[in-house]
């Protein structure tokens, strides 16, 4: 399941900031079925001026 959280607020002196969120649950990345990756739950966030970020689950 992909779940995605975009915003943009403007400010009264219009300077927009506009933050993604993003969660992507139980997938897995297959090889050519030669090996399978799984994963739980993969989140990453991204704001104005920065790169996505991924932060690390325990």
Known sequence: M??????TIRSQDNVDKSTVQGTLTDFALDFFGIAQV????LRFRSGP???????PTA
Request: hydrophobic share 25%; net charge negative; proline share 12%.
């Open 38 to 41: 799984h994963f739980d739950e």
């Open 2 to 7: 992909l779940t995605l959280d975009a915003r």
């Open 49 to 55: 001026g920065r790169s996505p970020t991924s932060p």
